[in-house]
């Protein structure tokens, strides 16, 4: 009589988990992300009268990269009227804004359109499994299991920090963060201070806190160009006509073609590098460093663009302070000890804060979870030569999957939210043609991508990020540069404006 009491309740259990399951909401679209990624496929689907989408993001806040990057002296290097959404105009107080502001901007677009309605925060994607039969992908997150029949992944190509493997860092005493998650809570006023890594984020905190420690060791493992930052503060009547929308689009317009020449010099002339920027960016090493063994280490050997230019007119003479020392690639970090570390010289160093300005996964590894298409493909799998996907946005086998800032959408002349809303005319132009056929599925052929990807690797052959001389976070572990779109921007946009359903394999099956 107990077996057969046991057993029912399991029949009934069973029942009611199926029943469940069948009434569990199915979304029409998942996001993943609350950056800018997030928020402009959120307004395009607003625009479209789609209402059905929830925005998943593993923070406890909405808003990205500059609500999450709160480092000292954190400030953008693209002219703020153009890093902005082309639909919401702010009256911008500088040129560069810096972190806060970009902050309340952020704040004020989620508010706007009540995005935060359709958030879920603490809600962090381990995988994305596609369900063939009932045509929908599986989302399961640290929050639950959600159904939906399209992913707009949007969590952003700098969202997952790195930090090497140093030796014995597990036996550092002291406190350190990643410049990513920085420790407000910690004062660092009058303490001895290292801080590993010389690219864009080392570039704002070293001249921000150099003044308030008392020793700052950088370490550099190659030296970075840095041009003047043509800086400037917008009086209270520019700001004003900022706010109004049509100066707004003229003036990023005029922004945006000043801007889009440099990919003449980054593709096509190595000489106009040399002449107009690598000149003036040693005219400003030498107007600022004038020690000639330090302007020495902080001269690179590579062709300038090859890396990311940093922006700045405070970094040199916070590097020659007194009290900062510079650790080039010679004199770099052999161990990490309770106090500190030990540098490649054998020099015992005490430290009360390590940060690790380390840079991101963002090429390798960039999702961050585990995605399993079509047949059972998984997206590590096909990416373990290197990143790929046509358009940086839709890969064969995985449909209803669209990747935002995804391989080779990177552009190093102008705003990255350019790019971003090109790649969302081509999510919304495939949308449409989906819902026109009454399909349920679709997914870019295996044709196309080979196609699109061998015409960007041929393209990029030629470009001073792959001939440069250096080694980049451009770059993945195959040595192809798959960070990076090679070419004019307003040829992306065109290409991603240029839909073709013959590149796209449409399917009907099981409905949602």
């Known amino acids: 009589m107990i077996d057969k009491t046991v057993n029912l309740l399991v029949v009934f259990t069973l029942i009611g988990t199926e029943a469940l399951a069948t009434k569990q909401h199915i979304y029409q679209v998942i996001i993943i992300g609350t950056g800018f990624g997030g928020q402009s496929a959120a307004l395009r689907l607003l625009k479209r009268g789609v209402t059905d989408f929830v925005m998943l993001e593993r923070r406890s806040f909405m808003g990205g990269t500059w609500c999450q990057n709160s480092y000292p002296g954190a400030q953008v290097d693209v002219q703020s009227p153009l890093y902005s959404l082309a639909s919401e105009p702010y009256p911008w107080s500088q040129m560069f804004a810096e972190q806060p502001e970009l902050e309340a901007y952020t704040k004020q677009v989620l508010e706007k359109h009540r995005l935060a309605d359709k958030a879920l925060l603490n809600t962090n994607v381990t995988e994305l499994r596609w369900l063939e039969h009932e045509q929908q992908w599986q989302v399961t997150t640290s ?22 493997d140093f030796p014995g860092r597990e036996r550092y005493q002291g406190r350190s963060f990643h410049t990513n998650a920085w420790d407000h809570s910690y004062d660092y006023t009058g303490k001895r201070v290292a801080i590993i890594g010389s690219g864009a984020s080392a570039a704002q905190v070293i001249p921000a806190i150099a003044d308030k420690v008392a020793q700052l060791h950088v370490f550099q493992r190659t030296p970075h160009w840095v041009m003047p930052r043509p800086d400037r503060k917008f009086a209270p009547w520019f700001r004003k006509l900022l706010g109004i929308r049509p100066f707004y689009q003229v003036l990023r ?3 945006y073609w000043a801007l ?3 990919v003449l010099a980054f593709k096509y002339s190595p000489t106009l590098l040399k002449v107009f920027a690598e000149r003036e960016a040693r005219r400003h090493l030498r107007k600022q460093i004038p020690d000639e063994d330090l302007r020495q280490k902080l001269t690179p050997d590579y062709t300038i ?14 590097l020659a302070r007194d009290h900062v020392t510079l650790h080039d690639r010679h004199d770099g970090i052999r161990e990490f000890t309770e106090k500190g570390l030990i540098t490649q ?3 015992e160093l005490e430290l009360d804060l390590v940060v690790y300005s380390t840079g991101f996964k963002a090429t390798d590894g960039a999702l961050g979870f585990n995605v399993v298409g079509q047949h059972e493909t998984r997206l590590d799998d096909v990416w373990e030569d290197y990143p790929r996907a046509y358009l940086g946005t839709m890969m064969p086998n995985f449909p209803n999957l669209f990747l935002v800032t995804g391989p080779n959408t ?9 790019v971003i809303e090109s790649q969302m005319i081509y999510i919304m132009r495939v949308l449409a043609e989906l819902e026109r056929r009454g399909a349920t599925s679709v997914a870019v052929t295996a044709e196309a991508e080979q196609r699109y990807t061998d015409k960007i690797h041929h393209e990029m052959a030629r470009t001073v990020w792959q001939t440069g001389g250096c080694h980049s976070w451009y770059q993945s572990k195959s040595g192809k540069v798959t960070a990076m779109f090679p070419g004019f921007s307003f040829v992306y946009r065109y290409l991603a404006w240029r839909f073709r359903p013959q590149d796209h394999c449409f399917k009907s099956g099981a409905q949602l």
């Open 410 to 418: 990177g552009i190093g002349h102008t705003s990255a939210i350019f």
């Open 253 to 255: 317009k005029a922004i």
């Open 345 to 347: 010289q054998g020099q």
């Open 305 to 318: 663009g090859c890396k990311r230019i940093i922006v700045s007119n405070t970094l040199y003479p916070a």
């Open 260 to 262: 889009e020449w440099r």
């Open 143 to 164: 929050a639950g299991v959600f159904l939906t029949r399209t992913v707009i992944s949007a969590q952003g190509p700098l969202s997952n920090p790195l930090i090497p």
